[in-house]
């Protein structure tokens, strides 16, 4: 199993004050006989009696390496990997990569950043670490 992101605690807790179920810790999908993928958590809430629940699953990142592209260019393809599998083995699942809100707001402005979340359809979630609160929610 590997190991937990640095900010691993801090986007559970970050999510269960929004009233999220964290259900897996981490997410364990079986992909075929000998390979299985772990996705940080799962995690469910519900809508309303009549909406149901909204399920997702969440890669968390804290880019705290020495090169942010190179950390960038990994997320994105672990992203894309990551919801293919999700998308066969467990399609009412909705993948969010978890950022910092301090990395959000220094590098995920460049152009080049933008354009491959567009391209990617990268969804996504900005957690503030110090509050420990989600800060924004991006679809």
Not at 7 to 26: F, M, S
Not at 44 to 59: R, T, W
Request: charged content about 25%; hydrophobic content about 40%; overall charge neutral.
């Amino acid at each position: 199993m590997p190991a937990k992101d640095t900010y691993h605690q801090v986007v559970k807790r970050a999510l269960e004050k929004e009233g999220w179920l964290i259900t897996d810790d981490p997410l364990v999908i079986q992909v075929d006989q000998r390979k299985s993928v772990y996705i940080d958590l799962g995690a469910e809430h519900l809508l309303s009696a009549e909406k149901g629940e909204q399920k997702i699953a969440v890669e968390i990142k804290s880019f705290i390496g020495k090169s942010f592209n190179v950390e960038f260019y990994t997320a994105l393809g672990q992203f894309i990997t990551y919801r293919g599998i999700l998308t066969e083995k467990e399609p009412e699942r909705k993948l969010y990569l978890a950022i910092p809100k301090i990395i959000y707001k220094n590098q995920f402005q460049a152009r080049f950043i933008e354009l491959a979340i567009q391209n990617s359809l990268l969804k996504y979630l900005v957690y503030d670490i110090d509050a420990e609160r989600i800060w924004l929610w991006q679809n």
